[in-house]
C-alpha cells in the first residue's frame, strides 16, 4: 500500500482522488476530510479533501516523497479539531492531533514517520513568518527543519489556495522572506566559523608582537572557534593571554 500511494501521488488530480477513494477504507484519516468544511455553514464546496488534493498538485511531481507525503497527510487532524466560534472555524491543535495519527498509520506500515512530521510542522510555521522573528529563530526553525528544509519550504509555498490573490502573495512573500533571510544567516554563521573570533589587530592590541607566535595563535583561535569554543571575544583574549605565556618568543 505504501509503495502505491507514494506512486499516485505523482498522478493527476483526478487519478489521484479516485487511488483514495479505491483505498478510502485504508486511509480513513485522509478520507474523513472530504466531508469536512472550513465553512461555519458547512459549504462542502470548501472541503480540505479537495485542499488537500490542490495542494498535492502545487507541490509537482517531481517533489520528494516527504513532501508529497507531507501535503496528503497535512490536515488529517482537523476533524478531530473542528470548532465553530460564531462565524469562524478553527482547528486548534490540528498539527499535534495530526502527527499522533500518522504516527499511528505509518506504524502499521512499518515507516518512520518523523519526516514527514517535521516536514508539516516547519512548514506551518514557515507560513507564520514575521519579519520581527530574531535571527535565533530562524535559525531554530532551519535547525529543526534539518534535511527536511526545503520539503518545509517546498509545502509551505504549495499549501495556499485560496481564491484571493492577496493570500497567496502574503504566504509566498513570507515564505520567501523566510528562506532568504535562513540563507543569509547559514552564511553569515559559515563566513564567521572560517575566522577567530579575534583577528591580528585585537592580538596587537594585547600586546602581541606580530610574528610567528601570532600566526600560531590566530590558527589555534580560529580552530577553537570552529569547535564552538572561544566565540566571546572577552573570553578569547583571556585565553590569548594564557596561551602566549607559555609559547617562546620568534
Not at 479533501?49 to 511531481?61: D, E, L, N, R, Y
Not at 501535503?71 to 482547528?91: C, E, Q, Y
Not at 522572506?177 to 544567516?185: A, F, G, I, K, Q
Not at 575566522?195 to 610567528?212: K, S, T
Amino acid at each position: 500500500m505504501y509503495q502505491e500511494l507514494i506512486a499516485a501521488l505523482r498522478l493527476p488530480p483526478v487519478e489521484l482522488e479516485e487511488f483514495l477513494y479505491s483505498h478510502r477504507d485504508e486511509l480513513p484519516e485522509v478520507w474523513a476530510l472530504k466531508t469536512l468544511s472550513e465553512d461555519p455553514a458547512g459549504d462542502l464546496h470548501k472541503d480540505n479533501f479537495a485542499h488537500t488534493i490542490k495542494v498535492i498538485s502545487q507541490c509537482g511531481a517531481d517533489a520528494s516523497d516527504t513532501t508529497l507525503l507531507a501535503a496528503l497527510f497535512h490536515d488529517v487532524g482537523k476533524p478531530l479539531t473542528r470548532h465553530v466560534d460564531g462565524s469562524t472555524v478553527n482547528f486548534h491543535g490540528h498539527e499535534i492531533v495530526g502527527a499522533r495519527l500518522i504516527r499511528k498509520r505509518f506504524g502499521r506500515w512499518g515507516v518512520d514517520p518523523e519526516a514527514v512530521i517535521t516536514t508539516i510542522l516547519c512548514a506551518a510555521r514557515a507560513q507564520a513568518y514575521l519579519d520581527s522573528w530574531t535571527d535565533s529563530s530562524v535559525r531554530r526553525i532551519r535547525v529543526d527543519a534539518g534535511d527536511h528544509w526545503h520539503d518545509a519550504i517546498r509545502l509551505a509555498h504549495s499549501d495556499v489556495t485560496s481564491r484571493h490573490a492577496h493570500v497567496h502573495r502574503r504566504v509566498h512573500q513570507s515564505v520567501d522572506s523566510l528562506t532568504t533571510r535562513s540563507d543569509d544567516l547559514v552564511e553569515s554563521d559559515a563566513f564567521k566559523a572560517q575566522r577567530p573570533v579575534l583577528n591580528g589587530n585585537d592580538l596587537a592590541a594585547l600586546g602581541i608582537p606580530r610574528d610567528a607566535r601570532m600566526g600560531q595563535l590566530l590558527t589555534w583561535l580560529l580552530e577553537e572557534n570552529r569547535a564552538g569554543r572561544l566565540t566571546d571575544a572577552d573570553e578569547a583574549a583571556a585565553a590569548v593571554a594564557e596561551r602566549a605565556s607559555g609559547l617562546e618568543m620568534s
